[in-house]
């Protein structure tokens, strides 16, 4: 390890001393840890360019004095146990208090200062947290074994990325697997890998957004994508969604005319709608007619259970003004980071040197190793597997509440997804069903998080993680744990009977 100190062989203290002093200060403050291993003298001597006797001279008194000891064949460590009487020496120095450097934020700055901190979905026993995939039943040893096929055939994967676009063999599989599984109509040059959608949302947000300008988005609506449009300063013009998805009549009523419409139209998030196939026409219509350009967000399109794939937006019409976004995060694992924008040909090369900017390239190996996983069939056979899955848990959780709740609930957007939305018909606020499900060990979100007006009874669940046994029982505990405890009701009481 590097031990960086700062000698001044112009002063009256000698060299050992100086060392000294600054190896037990940072004892002291703790900068270095109890049990924490010191570089050899002959190392610290040669970074610091002194004798070696200098540094074995001070290590010498650390170590009479206590604050140092040696672990035969293991080296020099800061010793375990400091006496108190080490911890209380006078005139040790405090940290250092720093004082606020006054600086002048973008109005991007001031934006993300402001904004509320993003939370994380707490771990519960009994976790119904949305947007994650079962990570158990990934096929990791092959994953592992074609990572290993590719790094050890060459070393090509360690340098930059060449292509702006990102690695052409992923670029190719994922063309070929969008004209086949979602009828996206496109060319592995139009494909701009990205690290997930978030980033790909950052991106077109700076490319076409300026401060003040509007953007169309569904409401409710995706939390995330809200909050990279605040930051830019956009004027956010939410649009109702009903069971048909994006109310696409509202949009006349919108000014002024946004240059962006997002919407997620393969499954409506949180509300599970899927856009009908005229509203699908209409908006691409609208779209042409008042040169808007359409994010269509297929976040987890792979997933439908109660009826044939729907084919993207984007596919729908010949020149369509839509720039597709997908990720791998639902259909695989999130810690891979990679996702990919399909985007319009005369906007390809702009958003390829943007993406460049902000982020010379996602991993190379992964992306050879996702390259591979798909064109060998890996991704399609991996992805029936859990559909089935899928479809066995939502089934489960479905039963669970209509066996809990009965006629207390109503169950939106189950036909596709990771997620459902149970709406609870209870006269409790928001807030209150959440923390009595909290203490009850059972996690869950309310949908109200993501709309941008007021709504109350609806909750989202995920069932993509839980086992079955985990489903039954954590529904089981949120019912006991709203009859249990005395109501907050909104407007009317509410007579509880037990479900």
Not at 98 to 106: H, K, V
Not at 244 to 265: C, E, M, N, R
């Amino acid at each position: 390890m590097e031990l960086a100190l700062t000698l001044d062989s112009d002063l009256a203290q000698p060299l050992h001393r100086q060392i000294y002093e600054q190896i037990r200060d940072r004892i002291l403050s703790g900068q270095l840890a109890r049990s924490q291993r010191l570089p050899p003298s002959r190392a610290l001597a040669q970074s610091l360019q002194v004798s070696r006797a200098t540094v074995s001279l001070s290590y010498d008194q650390l170590l009479s004095e206590g604050y140092l000891e040696t672990r035969p064949g293991a080296g020099t460590f800061v010793a375990a146990q400091l006496p108190e009487a080490l911890l209380q020496v006078e005139g040790h120095p405090s940290a250092p208090v720093l004082e606020a450097i006054p600086l002048r934020l973008s109005r991007y700055g001031q934006a993300i200062a402001l904004a509320p901190p993003w939370q994380n979905q707490p771990a519960a026993p009994y976790n119904f947290r949305y947007g994650h995939p079962s990570l158990e039943l990934f096929p990791l040893p092959l994953w592992k074994r074609l990572m290993a096929q590719e790094m050890s055939a060459h070393r090509r994967w360690m340098d930059y990325a060449t292509d702006p676009l990102g690695y052409g063999p992923l670029r190719e599989a994922i063309a070929q697997y969008l004209t086949r599984a979602r009828a996206v109509t496109c060319h592995p040059d139009q494909i701009v890998i990205t690290h997930g959608t978030q980033q790909a949302l950052q991106l077109v947000t700076q490319l076409f957004i300026d401060p003040g300008e509007a953007i169309a988005l569904e409401n409710p609506g995706y939390l995330g994508a809200q909050r990279i449009f605040r930051s830019r300063g956009a004027l956010l013009q939410p649009v109702p969604v009903d069971g048909d998805g994006l109310i696409v009549s509202a949009l006349a009523q919108l000014q002024p005319i946004p240059k962006l419409i997002y919407v997620t139209p393969s499954h409506q998030f949180p509300t599970g709608a899927l856009l009908s196939l005229p509203r699908r026409l209409q908006l691409l219509d609208w779209a042409q007619q008042h040169h808007c350009l359409i994010l269509e967000d297929d976040y987890d399109g792979e997933f439908r259970y109660s009826s044939r794939p729907i084919p993207a937006l984007q596919g729908l019409k010949a020149n369509a003004p839509v720039l597709y976004l997908g990720t791998f995060a639902k259909v695989l694992f999130p810690g891979l980071h990679l996702g990919y924008a399909v985007v319009p040909t005369n906007l390809v090369q702009t958003f390829a040197q943007a993406r460049w900017l902000s982020d010379r390239h996602c991993s190379l190996l992964d992306q050879a190793v996702l390259a591979r996983f798909i064109t060998e069939g890996h991704l399609e056979r991996h992805l029936r597997r859990m559909r089935l899955c899928y479809d066995r848990r939502r089934q489960i959780l479905m039963d669970a509440l209509k066996a809990n709740f009965g006629d207390r609930v109503t169950i939106l957007g189950d036909s596709a997804g990771l997620h459902l939305v149970a709406r609870l018909h209870s006269g409790l606020c928001d807030q209150a069903v959440v923390d009595r499900a909290a203490q009850a060990g059972v996690y869950l979100a309310s949908l109200q998080d993501h709309n941008l007006q007021s709504c109350q009874g609806d909750f989202i669940l995920g069932y993509s993680e839980v086992s079955e046994a985990q489903i039954e029982t954590g529904i089981q505990r949120w019912a006991a744990a709203l009859h249990r405890w005395p109501k907050t009701v909104i407007g009317q009481p509410v007579i509880d009977k037990k479900p």
